[in-house]
């Protein structure tokens, strides 16, 4: 489809596209809101290599200066990780900072909207959104963009921070397809069991895309690939679940509201954990930009001539 003029597609995402090679969207809260400097770089950089290693163009969405980014150069990636008051930014919040100029990252909703009007099919994050803790009607946008974009969002399950069967009952509701990838239980973010079942299992990425594709000829939205983190990287659910709960009450001492919730008890967390909870999250945004890349290769046109993406391809 023609996007707007305030899109802009990277030179290896049209690239892709062109060509019809598998693109993977990338979202941009974890290099603003996520990490601290230099290390949002770093990891940035490592996932969009992780996905060329799996044959895949790699798509970090965010927004610059008012423009709508689709992958991102070397000097604009460098350029919003080192944004020293980036926005940030869910669905709602794209029209007002591409209007008044502004950059920021996108959060899973806004990277979702973005994402899916580009024509990309797969999407790697960390967690998504949901069901907040304690909270009577305070339910992230990613559920409700997830239900309405046809994409597949490969992630560690939902934040732990969350009301994890809470969560879980607003995707039934919403229609969301809650597949675990090679386990029945649904992943708690920096551990792999949280005692929830998925909706459904598959064993590979090409019995993903085969389920995918089903699913949207069927009219089917967005589905979740939920992808437990590596086993020498996971920690205890007892354990950092003791760490949110400080967190969370650290949070309302202190007047933490809205948006600002999030980023502050993940950080809190990874304090209180001495980084422990840190390393696995960037163990699982890597595993999951992996898997990401691999179920893209079987939901593109161009399987056959897959391998190893140059950085301009």
Same mark, same amino acid.
């Given at each position: 489809?023609?996007?707007?003029?305030?899109?802009?597609?990277?030179?290896?995402?049209?690239?892709?596209?062109?060509?019809?090679?598998?693109?993977?969207?990338?979202?941009?809260?974890?290099?603003?809101?996520?990490?601290?400097? =230099?290390?949002?770089?770093?990891? +940035?950089?490592?996932?969009?290599?992780?996905?060329?290693?799996?044959?895949?163009? =790699? +798509?970090?969405?965010?927004?610059?200066?008012?423009?709508?980014?689709?992958?991102?150069?070397?000097?604009?990636?460098?350029?919003?990780?080192?944004?020293?008051?980036?926005?940030?930014?869910?669905?709602?919040?794209?029209?007002? $900072?591409?209007?008044?100029?502004?950059?920021?990252?996108?959060?899973?909703?806004?990277?979702?909207?973005?994402? $899916?009007?580009?024509?990309?099919?797969?999407?790697?994050?960390?967690?998504?959104?949901?069901?907040?803790?304690? %909270?009577?009607?305070?339910?992230? %946008?990613?559920?409700?963009?997830?239900?309405?974009?046809?994409?597949?969002?490969?992630?560690?399950?939902?934040?732990?921070?969350?009301?994890?069967?809470?969560?879980?009952?607003?995707?039934?509701?919403?229609?969301? =397809?809650?597949?675990?990838?090679?386990?029945?239980?649904?992943?708690?973010?920096?551990?792999?069991?949280?005692?929830?079942?998925?909706?459904?299992?598959?064993?590979?990425?090409?019995?993903?895309?085969?389920?995918?594709?089903?699913?949207?000829?069927?009219?089917?939205?967005?589905?979740?690939?939920?992808?437990?983190?590596?086993?020498?990287?996971?920690?205890?659910?007892?354990?950092?679940?003791?760490?949110?709960?400080?967190?969370?009450?650290?949070?309302?001492?202190?007047?933490?509201?809205?948006?600002?919730?999030?980023?502050?008890?993940?950080?809190?967390?990874?304090?209180?954990?001495?980084?422990?909870?840190?390393?696995?999250?960037?163990?699982?945004?890597?595993?999951?930009?992996?898997?990401? %890349?691999?179920?893209?290769?079987?939901?593109? =046109?161009?399987?056959?001539?897959?391998?190893?993406?140059?950085?301009?391809?």
């Amino acid at each position: 489809m023609a996007l707007a003029k305030f899109y802009k597609l990277s030179k290896e995402v049209q690239s892709a596209q062109r060509r019809g090679w598998p693109v993977v969207a990338l979202e941009s809260t974890v290099i603003t809101h996520g990490l601290p400097q =230099p290390e949002n770089l770093k990891l +940035a950089q490592e996932m969009e290599d992780i996905v060329r290693a799996g044959g895949a163009a =790699p +798509a970090t969405i965010g927004v610059l200066k008012g423009q709508l980014l689709v992958g991102m150069e070397e000097e604009e990636l460098q350029e919003l990780a080192q944004d020293k008051a980036p926005r940030k930014l869910s669905s709602r919040d794209l029209a007002a $900072a591409v209007a008044q100029e502004a950059s920021g990252g996108t959060t899973v909703a806004a990277t979702l909207r973005v994402a $899916a009007q580009a024509g990309i099919q797969v999407f790697a994050t960390g967690g998504i959104g949901g069901v907040h803790r304690n %909270a009577a009607r305070d339910v992230s %946008a990613d559920l409700s963009e997830l239900a309405r974009r046809q994409l597949v969002v490969v992630c560690a399950g939902a934040k732990a921070i969350l009301d994890l069967p809470g969560t879980l009952e607003e995707l039934e509701t919403l229609g969301v =397809p809650v597949i675990g990838y090679q386990t029945d239980e649904f992943p708690a973010f920096y551990s792999r069991e949280s005692g929830l079942r998925n909706s459904g299992r598959v064993e590979s990425a090409e019995e993903m895309a085969t389920l995918a594709q089903t699913h949207w000829t069927l009219g089917g939205g967005g589905l979740l690939l939920a992808a437990p983190l590596p086993g020498d990287a996971a920690l205890a659910h007892e354990q950092i679940d003791g760490w949110i709960e400080v967190a969370l009450k650290d949070a309302q001492v202190e007047g933490v509201r809205g948006q600002a919730v999030t980023p502050y008890v993940l950080k809190r967390v990874s304090e209180l954990s001495g980084d422990k909870s840190l390393k696995a999250n960037l163990a699982l945004l890597k595993n999951n930009a992996g898997i990401a %890349a691999e179920v893209a290769t079987h939901l593109s =046109p161009k399987t056959g001539q897959l391998g190893l993406l140059p950085k301009q391809a």
